[in-house]
């Protein structure tokens, strides 16, 4: 079974490579060619009154309690009643209180700075009492103005002094619009580092952190990584991907939540994968590791197809750590379940050790294309015993008897604060593991997950 699955997979891998490849980028540096993308730019339904509301309370802002004279509402319904008239992030219109006047954090600003909250029709040579401007003041104006000119710059993308796809030099550097986001940005405040503010307010208030074990895929290019040691590491084949993982694990997110992570090892191969050193050594890809195949006579053994082995330039087979080799006492070192044909229990024996498993759960979710093998109750005493099967990371899981739902990551259990936060993260309520208190209890409890806004 496993044998006939790696071959699968391996010619897969040759077919999607160029398919699937992620884009990469620098993680958490600002490009001002993309400062935001497209999508978190109008994602209008990113925030409720509530949750605009809460933000600010959150932040202990001034603007959480200010209710505008003119317009007799509270700053958080303004946000939020432009955010959906022109279809505008509100996320886009707090960060933009903040960079022009600091609005959300000061804790007792002046009435210029409320009277022109957005910065909208100020600049540099303007005086704020030219009469032509004063329609603009106010807060509520100031807000309507910013969200309404947000949205006719995003519309008219080859407009307004800057063009999608063009290159302007802007404060002495090099600018190509990549996007009507940028473009958008780029008319409504014409300098590098005011944008490069926005930048940085943006990834500190609303760019989600999630947690190891985490696959997310980003919403622009299509690319899907592995959250591991806090870094983003991309598959680069559909391969690599299904070797290990399905897509209804996948989380979409925006360029920008994957910008945070720095970036990590790629994954290149299928898990099992054969490779082969222009030297001859012949390896077996198991976690990421190489693992030497130490003669013929235990790759025929073992059952490996030689039409499966995948030849790389030295420099590649370098750059994959080494694990131990698999010897002729490597027994089943691709792991296989075993039951015992007298108690009926399931063990995973991997490299001579066997992994008792606690639940259907467990099983069904780690070997879900493994073949059961019945075997004898001596043939099972051979292994030495290891560490009972846990849940991979990456996994949700909750316990028959209580409601509380966690996420594992680095092998411990992190409860999900609410429904809202699970919903917020993108998590998906069908891929939820209902399994025993027992399987539960191999997981330490970690912190509480929450998501970010």
Same mark, same amino acid.
Request: charged letters at 25%.
């Given at each position: 079974?496993?044998?006939?699955?790696?071959?699968?997979?391996?010619?897969?891998?040759?077919?999607?490579?160029?398919?699937?490849?992620?884009?990469?980028?620098?993680?958490?540096?600002?490009?001002?060619?993309?400062?935001?993308?497209?999508?978190?730019?109008?994602?209008?339904?990113?925030?409720?009154?509530?949750?605009?509301?809460?933000?600010? =309370?959150?932040?202990?802002?001034?603007?959480?309690?200010?209710?505008? !004279?003119?317009?007799?509402?509270?700053?958080?319904?303004?946000?939020?009643?432009?955010?959906?008239?022109?279809?505008?992030?509100? =996320?886009?219109?707090?960060?933009?209180?903040?960079?022009?006047?600091?609005?959300?954090?000061?804790?007792? %600003?002046?009435?210029?700075?409320?009277?022109?909250?957005? *910065?909208?029709?100020?600049?540099?040579?303007?005086?704020?009492?030219?009469?032509?401007?004063?329609?603009?003041?106010?807060?509520?104006?100031?807000?309507?103005?910013?969200?309404?000119?947000?949205?006719?710059?995003?519309?008219?993308?080859?407009? +307004?002094?800057?063009?999608? *796809?063009?290159?302007?030099?802007?404060?002495?550097?090099?600018?190509?619009?990549?996007?009507?986001?940028? /473009?958008?940005?780029?008319?409504?405040?014409? /300098?590098?580092?005011?944008?490069?503010?926005?930048?940085?307010?943006?990834?500190?208030?609303?760019?989600?952190?999630?947690?190891?074990?985490?696959?997310?895929?980003?919403?622009?290019?299509?690319?899907?990584?592995?959250?591991?040691?806090?870094?983003?590491? !991309?598959?680069?084949?559909?391969?690599?991907?299904?070797?290990?993982?399905?897509?209804?694990?996948?989380?979409?997110?925006?360029?920008?939540?994957?910008?945070?992570?720095?970036?990590?090892? !790629?994954?290149?191969?299928?898990? +099992?994968?054969?490779?082969?050193?222009?030297?001859?050594?012949?390896?077996?890809?198991? #976690?990421?590791?190489?693992?030497?195949? $130490?003669?013929?006579?235990?790759?025929?053994?073992?059952?490996?197809?030689?039409?499966?082995?995948?030849?790389?330039?030295?420099?590649?087979?370098?750059?994959?750590?080494?694990?131990? @080799?698999?010897?002729?006492?490597?027994?089943?070192?691709?792991? $296989?379940?075993?039951?015992?044909?007298?108690?009926?229990?399931?063990?995973?024996?991997?490299?001579?050790?066997?992994?008792?498993?606690?639940?259907?759960?467990?099983?069904?979710?780690?070997?879900?294309?493994?073949?059961?093998? %019945?075997?004898?109750?001596?043939?099972?005493?051979?292994? $030495?015993?290891?560490?009972?099967?846990?849940?991979? #990371?990456?996994?949700?899981?909750?316990?028959?008897? =209580?409601?509380?739902?966690?996420?594992?990551?680095?092998?411990?259990?992190?409860?999900?604060?609410?429904?809202? #936060?699970?919903?917020?993260?993108?998590?998906?309520?069908?891929?939820?593991?209902?399994? #025993?208190?027992?399987?539960?209890?191999? /997981? @330490?409890?970690?912190?509480?997950?929450?998501?970010?806004?």
């Amino acid at each position: 079974m496993l044998k006939n699955i790696t071959a699968k997979l391996t010619i897969t891998a040759v077919l999607f490579t160029y398919l699937f490849a992620p884009f990469i980028s620098q993680a958490g540096v600002f490009n001002p060619n993309h400062i935001i993308s497209d999508y978190e730019f109008t994602d209008y339904k990113s925030m409720t009154f509530d949750d605009i509301y809460n933000f600010l =309370k959150k932040k202990n802002s001034y603007l959480a309690r200010f209710v505008d !004279p003119q317009s007799r509402m509270l700053a958080a319904q303004i946000i939020y009643d432009n955010s959906q008239l022109y279809r505008i992030n509100p =996320k886009v219109l707090l960060v933009t209180l903040q960079k022009e006047q600091s609005l959300i954090t000061d804790p007792n %600003p002046d009435q210029d700075q409320l009277d022109w909250a957005t *910065g909208y029709g100020i600049c540099d040579s303007c005086s704020k009492k030219d009469p032509k401007l004063q329609k603009y003041k106010g807060f509520t104006n100031q807000v309507d103005y910013a969200a309404s000119a947000f949205r006719l710059f995003y519309n008219n993308p080859y407009k +307004y002094g800057f063009s999608v *796809g063009k290159t302007y030099t802007i404060d002495g550097q090099r600018v190509t619009v990549a996007n009507r986001a940028t /473009h958008a940005l780029y008319v409504y405040t014409p /300098h590098i580092q005011g944008n490069k503010n926005f930048y940085k307010i943006w990834q500190d208030w609303f760019t989600q952190n999630y947690p190891d074990g985490s696959i997310l895929q980003n919403i622009s290019t299509g690319g899907i990584y592995l959250i591991q040691n806090g870094t983003k590491r !991309p598959f680069t084949s559909k391969a690599a991907f299904l070797s290990r993982y399905s897509f209804d694990k996948v989380i979409k997110v925006s360029p920008e939540t994957l910008d945070s992570y720095p970036d990590g090892v !790629p994954i290149k191969y299928a898990q +099992y994968s054969l490779v082969r050193s222009p030297r001859g050594t012949v390896y077996l890809i198991v #976690d990421d590791m190489k693992r030497g195949i $130490a003669s013929r006579e235990v790759f025929r053994k073992i059952g490996f197809n030689p039409e499966e082995i995948i030849d790389l330039p030295q420099e590649e087979i370098d750059s994959i750590p080494e694990g131990p @080799p698999i010897t002729i006492k490597s027994i089943y070192p691709m792991g $296989a379940l075993l039951q015992d044909k007298t108690t009926g229990g399931v063990w995973y024996v991997k490299d001579g050790v066997k992994h008792p498993i606690w639940s259907k759960e467990l099983m069904n979710t780690n070997f879900p294309n493994y073949r059961i093998i %019945p075997t004898d109750p001596e043939e099972l005493d051979q292994y $030495a015993k290891g560490s009972p099967v846990k849940f991979k #990371d990456g996994e949700i899981v909750k316990s028959r008897t =209580k409601p509380t739902v966690y996420f594992i990551s680095n092998g411990y259990k992190r409860p999900i604060a609410s429904v809202k #936060d699970f919903e917020k993260l993108g998590f998906k309520w069908e891929n939820i593991i209902t399994t #025993d208190d027992k399987s539960l209890s191999l /997981h @330490p409890t970690g912190e509480v997950l929450r998501a970010e806004n």
